[in-house]
């Protein structure tokens, strides 16, 4: 079955504890994409990769990190999270970059994080 | 950097009537996607239109796109409780700019 899955669906942590929040998907898509999203502000876009090694900043990438090493791949990483990173966070995938090509994006189910 | 807005931010009706959601952006797209999101869930994209197209169906959804008012309307025929979700507009811009870009929303309740 084609899908976009995401490692743990909930998470509660503390202030600066690391995490990694996992994502794969088996479409074999070039795009991969991290979103959060949050009451009153819909959906913000964090990182996005457009292939294996190529990275790039979302609108709200501060206090994230991610990585592209395999195409299936895109893990979300906070180094030293915070309060304010308790969100409702979602990957997505789609053959090429969905803007620009008119793609569908793929979700992923969503991983409920609270940071105390 | 959002650019669709979705309006109404809220819909309640019936079983059986139809809802109508609309999109407005604010600069020139290449293609409108619509998404259907259960509470909680995951999006599920729900049809596709690109700037040179002015209406397509999918089953029961209508979209309509003017590019010269720069908005979007899905309608949703006779609609089912389980039509009950939040319904997303995104925007597609060509160039740099290609990541899809996400509205706020408008949160669809329809009534048994």
């Known amino acids: 079955e084609a899908q976009v899955t995401q490692n743990p669906r909930y998470l509660i942590t503390v202030t600066g504890k690391k995490l990694t929040v996992t994502c794969s998907q088996n479409?074999?898509?070039?795009?991969m994409s991290w979103y959060r999203q949050d009451p009153g502000l819909g959906l913000r876009q964090i990182y996005y990769s457009m292939n294996v090694e190529v990275t790039d900043k979302g609108d709200v990438p501060e206090g994230y990190k991610v990585s592209r090493k395999e195409k299936r791949n895109f893990p979300l990483i906070l180094e030293s999270p915070s309060p304010n990173q308790t969100s409702l966070y979602f990957c997505a995938s789609s053959v090429r970059l969905a803007g620009a090509w008119g793609s569908e994006q793929f979700f992923g189910p969503g991983t409920r994080l609270t940071v105390l | 950097s959002q650019q669709g807005e979705e309006d109404p931010q809220a819909l309640s009706i019936q079983e059986g009537e139809n809802a109508t959601m609309n999109c407005s952006y604010k600069?020139?797209?290449?293609?409108l996607q619509w998404y259907r999101q259960n509470s909680g869930r995951g999006l599920v994209h729900l049809i596709l239109?690109?700037?040179?197209?002015r209406e397509k169906h999918s089953g029961r959804l209508r979209v309509t796109l003017d590019t010269s008012k720069k908005s979007s309307s899905l309608l949703i025929t006779a609609s089912r409780a389980a039509d009950t979700a939040s319904y997303f507009c995104?925007?597609?811009?060509?160039?740099?700019?290609?990541?899809?870009?996400f509205g706020k929303g408008t949160k669809l309740s329809v009534k048994p």
């Open positions: 995104a925007t597609g811009h060509g160039g740099s700019q290609g990541n899809l870009i």
């Open positions: 479409m074999n898509h070039e795009y």
């Open positions: 600069t020139s797209i290449n293609n």
């Open positions: 239109i690109r700037s040179n197209e």
